[in-house]
């Protein structure tokens, strides 16, 4: 268990930061300073289509670009397990092969994996995984410290970023795209935010245009890149 006064002050040092690459950099950092682990991989999460999406990852060689990574959680029990609980899980062994997808070739020095959501309140934004480890007792105590610290996470990342940010797309184009992001229907959005269905498409198609995206998982994925929506 990490101690509080060690954690309060490294989710401090979080909060202070206003950029958003060096917000992302640290969260991984710090994780890596407070937990028994030798590498992290930051992935960002939509409900539209069970999508994660590569942003960095960090080991002893440095901090990497992982844009290429792109699948559907649901192929990765462990990690779908996670995001539904909104709990850190941890695998080994026997349970990781069962737990990983027959698709996605591993190194076959790796055997295990951990994985913590990002979130804030019942939202799911993106999570955290690693494959190597300074030890592997992962007891309930430590995974109750890395769910607390992805919930810290997700709840700054959602705070650090509002519409006044982009001159790029309205309020309510911005709006639009974060509860697309978040998962919510047209017709949810609409009720929300009281107005048609017909004008939450427009808000949309729009939002797609001037980001010069293709399609609206194209859009949330270019927001969340440029620090405009988590």
């Not at 959602?158 to 911005?174: C, H, I, Q, V």
């Not at 498409?201 to 405009?228: C, M």
């Amino acid at each position: 268990m990490v101690p509080q006064s060690t954690f309060q002050e490294h989710i401090r040092k979080l909060e202070a930061i206003t950029s958003h690459e060096e917000q992302l950099y640290t969260i991984l950092t710090v994780y890596m300073e407070l937990f028994p682990v030798l590498n992290a991989y930051l992935m960002r999460y939509s409900p539209l289509g069970f999508l994660c999406e590569g942003i960095i990852s960090l080991h002893f060689t440095g901090l990497v670009h992982i844009g290429e990574i792109r699948d559907d959680v649901r192929s990765y029990p462990i990690v779908y397990s996670a995001i539904r609980e909104r709990q850190a899980k941890y695998c080994f062994g026997l349970d990781y092969l069962k737990q990983m997808s027959s698709k996605y070739v591993m190194p076959s020095t790796i055997n295990s994996l951990l994985v913590v959501p990002l979130c804030f309140g019942s939202i799911v934004i993106g999570y955290i995984c690693s494959s190597e480890f300074t030890n592997q007792d992962f007891d309930d105590e430590l995974l109750s410290s890395l769910t607390l610290y992805g919930k810290q996470v997700g709840k700054i990342m959602n705070g650090s970023m509002g519409a006044e940010d982009t001159p790029l797309l309205s309020k309510r184009e911005l709006e639009v795209m974060r509860k697309i992001a978040w998962g919510e229907s047209t017709k949810e959005m609409a009720d929300s935010m009281e107005i048609s269905e017909v004008t939450v498409k427009q808000y949309v198609k729009t939002a797609i245009k001037k980001l010069g995206a293709q399609n609206r998982s194209h859009a949330v994925g270019e927001l969340f890149r440029r620090g405009f929506i988590s």
